[in-house]
């Protein structure tokens, strides 16, 4: 049994990562984390999961954590992760990280589009980022982790097989995504209270949402050049879900086998279905699938590729334990094999 | 493994019984059939369930159906099951029927609340009402299962310890319910259509709903007297949940005790928490959990006492699985340890 | 032209009164305050009101609120009111109260339901309850307006007429009902969170909610004995409304038409509509009407009797101009005329 | 008084029709004719109009509709108002059609995206576009009237500056359109039953939706050559409300300035607001105004413009009736100044 400790265990992502780890055949929570609510049970936060998992929450107290857990995963805010991932801490146990610390090779990057200072820089190079469809043999000897974002999961697998095929004029991507509610957080605040989410749609983010740099990397390591692409993300009124619809020009030629071919790269993914059919978030939600399909216009010369993941398990949780049972030998897709409900 | 054949596989319910069985580490799949789509794939019409559950889809034909099969699940409209269940069958299978035809035990009431006649009223006795917490025992040696209604198993778990406890005068007892719209199935009709069930809510089946009969047939035998009750249904715009808030006069002289003494029935129940905290219907989605809570009002000496539950689960497929372990002796909660998600 | 000031007006309710003023034709705005956006334009704030309504927003300052106003509207938490009304301000102005510090005619039931101590007491005989269907007369030559409470309207309205006649046993009242997530009011608290609200429904308050005494009051007077009465409410997944779901024991004898008569007493209300057919929240959408239905169930002895209202304009800022129209002569209906939209 | 007859007065697009014709100061309706309803009253069909519409519908019956009416909206399904317009029609009264049929100038073009054939190409010279802000003067002198459809309206309105200030290169345009789910009509369908659409989020008409060819029309209008382009439709969980995102690359040299000198074309406009806060839908819900504002990316060298209306408002009856009160000589404005409500 692979033994686990969340920090940032009572927020979206942490919640969704105690669900998954709770039913993984494979691993068990040693430690769970929250600032706001140590000293109650999980399961007084999440109501859901009473007699499912009871553990009393403790601080975010890393040294405790990792005690006695081969692996520690951190669903924190921005800049804290940076601070405290250490090489000692990285000598105990593997740490998965949820947040966007490590995502980025270049600090510089990050520092331009999250305006704070990269704490430990130097361990960027020991980091891998956990898209295992891309990534999966570098993550297999890592002991850093870093857990990609919910927009750019489902946006850079979307693209990929179309950038790696050399099959588009990466000077025209357009991506115009949209999220449910819950990629904003427990937090607090105005902008996600029901009457102001629920019955509108607003685009946020525009020109400068962090993920992009992100999304650029990836797909720029994919080309081999620098790629640069216009990011636009919508708040939608639902729980979950994500849907990445992806815009380029097809190069001269490029004929629809083309196309078909380069995304046969995803046949034996088990997390990955590729289908005429276009995605609809709902076939995806509550588990681990990334739906794609595309459609090629005659008249504009264009591709439309449309993605679609639940942002919080693919996006987040179940991506993390994709992670960890690579890390660490196991079935890659033990503890994710739930479907999704009848259409809803 | 118990072999499975499921008519009505592709209505809310059945394609939720057909997501509980395809994870079922004891049951497997043999036949599915849809009136309406025979000839797809089940995965065509719920694409949530590609590669998952990719089987065809037959007609309703149940001598096929049962060739392979140790359990009919019979997920279809009332009148249906009634003239299509015969003692040949049931000495080839066990049939578990998700419909109302052998839910009430005189064919008379049937008749009047169905206002069709029952085609097999000698078949009554065979069967038995599926609520394991209340008939565990009898569903053991049965062949002919009658799960129960949503709203019904949601009001009768409420209800019953306080009845059985004699705490409540029954003359007084008011059901107010509220059901999400996936309660109302998947049939093309105006009043399931989005525009005209989002942002809203209403009442319907006002005095004349056709789970009056089978809650009250449940609780009389509890009782030990007739009891005539009032129970008013709620569309709410959301997709799954029942709750059902019940109110009844305490006897005199009940104390919070007595009532905490009663529900002590449930303490070694796998699928139903008693709690403090009022239920919410989020707390036990995609699950076979039932959450009750109680409130006692010493100023007009009424008890309030509200349960929850999943419709498609613990309302229709979950407790049908439940009933096909307890039939079959298999562990009652197999394949239905699902945790609701993270709050939603 | 009646000239208006709004405190409080950036909360839901409060800003609801704003889009009302706006469109009527014989009241003119004259100071918008808001305590938490003070110096910006109420547009800023509610940009779907940029061209109808950009004033700036004021602090709250009672003296220049009503230099230039003959009513003063106070939209604000409970408590506030009953420190800052005093005679010299009813002197200068009518004061229409949406908050709850002047409806109940005994400050010890306020303190003991409010957990506060009233400011003002003897300011309570001058107060008169907002109920225009109930109240008009009273309303006429007051200084001092409390306006109701959402679901306190709701469910009087409902209730009054069969209460008045003497038709039903006050002993037995039961009033199940269900409100839209705007009631909970603006501010930023994680039970109004999109993802905690969306696809659930709860009740809340259950034996203890504040609106109980405020009906007991309105019920007590109409029956001259007094009520004591079982209320519960819920919350729904929807932006707006009130369904309130009221049932008792019919008197010995009691016929459908002793029923219809007793709804007979609305017939000219412009705002009511009384029918065979069950409300629904969206039919009221906007507007100020309360809609009004029942069943008599013979089997139980019971009458259902279930109203809905918007909680935004019925119950709160249409009522509001309502008792303004009334209380300044003008044409009752004005400024409140607007029909629902098309079912939603 | 303008007098009125509606020809599918009981779909969404007609019934908002009628609850603004309603309020509409110098407008009656005269005849109300529904295919479905015929022999019911308006209300009965849409409870929320008791007391404000209780006329009784009629057949589609063209030559009584028009016998006492001075304008005849046709709110009907493509093919059939194309069948039944003819000269005769138009020289009694002025039509204004919601549907598609008279919008493209090319019978062609039309019967290649509707795939039936104009029955009436001859009198295509006689209509005129009726998007009021580009084509007013043009609307003065018609008797039939081409209401523009809901996602054109707001895309062509959003992009129409740019173009013709000539700022943006036309070939790289793309269009990313999300709508509620009104915009697919009450028709009963699967696509639109509430638990297939809620809690989900789709792309639809990928690369052929029939709104392309009207867009491709006004802007090739607008830029003097052929404009080809990518429209991309979703379909949101929510009731009401269009949001059209659309990119596209500035030209060389294109500053901020360009841009907002471009969209100066509607400063005088009384239903357009630009401005530097991004779109939500709410903002527009139940309103006849477009809501524009525009980012310019300078990584990318891309134009953000984004638009928002609500889809049966500006998007189709709003519309309709201003278009009645341009061609009627009445105040543009008149029946449409509603606001929306606050933030929903």
Known sequence: MVKAAVLGSTGYA?????????????????YLASHSYAGKKFSDIYPGMRCVCDMTLSDDDIPKATENADVLFM????????EAVTPELLEKCVVIDLGADFRLHDAKIYEAWYRKEHK?????????????????????GKKLIANPGCYTTCTI????????AGLIDTSTI?????SGTSGAGRGEKLGSMFCEVNESIK???VTNHRHTPEIEQELSLASGEDIVLQFTPHLVPMNRGILSCCYAKLKKGVSEADVRSAYGMYSDEPFIR???DLPETKYVKGTNMVDISFRIDGRTGNIVAIGAIDNLVKGAAGQAVQNMNIAFGL???????TAAGPAF
Request: net charge negative; no cysteine; aromatic share 4%.
């Open 203 to 205: 685009a946020y983010g």
């Open 14 to 30: 942490g919640a969704e990562l105690v669900r998954i780890l709770s039913g993984h055949p494979d691993a068990e929570i040693v």
């Open 274 to 276: 590729v289908s005429d």
């Open 75 to 82: 669903a924190l805010p921005a800049g804290i992760a940076s």
């Open 120 to 140: 430990h820089p130097e361990l960027l190079d020991e980091a891998v980022y956990g898209l295992p469809e891309i990534h999966r043999e570098s993550i297999k």
């Open 174 to 178: 357009v991506i115009d995504a949209k």
């Open 157 to 164: 697998l979307t693209l990929y097989p179309l950038i790696k």
């Open 331 to 337: 079935d890659e897709t033990a503890g994710l094999m």
